[in-house]
């Protein structure tokens, strides 16, 4: 409660929780908010010509080159990118907890490989390797939130070892060698707890990071496939549209641009509140 009201005084922190706030409600109330089947192609969806309707009444956003509503599947399109953004995330912050809490633990060849291993990720530009895995591997919407997580879990690792390799040495850690605790227990119970804000932050931040990537990804053709939608391949399917129907390709683009700053903004405001050498830094 002391995080939220913190933040709730912040005007910028207070602008990206409404916006994350909206973007969630709109995907978890998608069937219950699209006027249409994000799927239906309707015969008056399309103009005599065959060319997408720009906004009107009856078609709030206007509808797709198919005649769907292009309202309609930006809410379901929410649903796929807010799900790819938390799974995609929170095994990746997962997996960099993990190794960077063990190799900044154990120190010696054990540390020293995980971290020449996570040297290693890192050299590898992460869009290149998410479209190497993606292009392997039959894309789907739980194979792109597994390939998003393998190529973002290396920033996490790399800051979680460099806080656990200076908590190890702290006066509470070494008492508790002293009195026989075991490596679980100091581990899980007195290091593992120092580093939750660190991973609530990159938690956050990295969110808008996987939208992007997601997008870029669905964009490219190799994300997540039609008919299920999502803001990148909406933004794919429309691309030769762009001068003759731009409201396709403006509002899924808008849509992403607001969630990714909303949830920046929400990550850099945790980071202030959470970690008190940030505080009182402009």
Do not use: C
Not at 21 to 47: C, E, H, K, R, T
Request: net charge neutral; hydrophobic share 55%.
């Amino acid at each position: 409660m002391r995080v939220l009201k913190t933040m709730l005084r912040q005007p910028s922190a207070l602008f990206g929780l409404i916006i994350v706030a909206v973007v969630v409600l709109m995907a978890l109330g998608a069937p219950l908010i699209a006027p249409y089947s994000p799927d239906n192609q309707m015969f008056d969806g399309l103009s005599i010509e065959g060319a997408p309707l720009p906004p009107s009444a009856q078609f709030l956003l206007g509808t797709d080159t198919l005649g769907r509503d292009l309202f309609s599947r930006l809410l379901f399109g929410a649903r796929t990118s807010l799900v790819i953004g938390l799974v995609a995330n929170g095994i990746a912050v997962a997996i960099g907890l993990l190794v960077g809490i063990l190799s900044g633990y154990l120190r010696g060849a054990v540390g020293g490989l995980l971290m020449r291993f996570t040297d290693l990720m890192m050299a590898f530009p992460a869009l290149l390797l998410a479209i190497v895995l993606a292009a392997l591997l039959h894309p789907s919407l739980w194979i792109v939130a597994m390939v998003i997580a393998l190529v973002n879990w290396v920033q996490v690792a790399r800051i979680v070892y460099t806080e656990t390799r200076g908590l190890v040495e702290r006066d509470f850690i070494l008492a508790e060698r002293s009195l026989g605790a075991g490596h679980l227990r100091i581990l899980f119970v007195h290091i593992l707890p120092h580093l939750m804000p660190t991973a609530i932050v990159w938690g956050t931040l990295g969110i808008a990071t996987t939208v992007l990537l997601e997008a870029t990804l669905s964009f490219l053709g190799i994300g997540v496939q039609p008919p299920q939608p999502s803001w990148g391949n909406i933004i794919f399917e429309s691309q030769s549209y762009f001068q003759a129907a731009p409201w396709l390709v403006f509002f899924p683009g808008a849509i992403i641009l607001l969630t990714a700053l909303s949830f920046n903004l929400v990550g850099d405001a945790l980071r202030d509140i959470l970690d008190p050498t940030q505080r009182g830094r402009g």
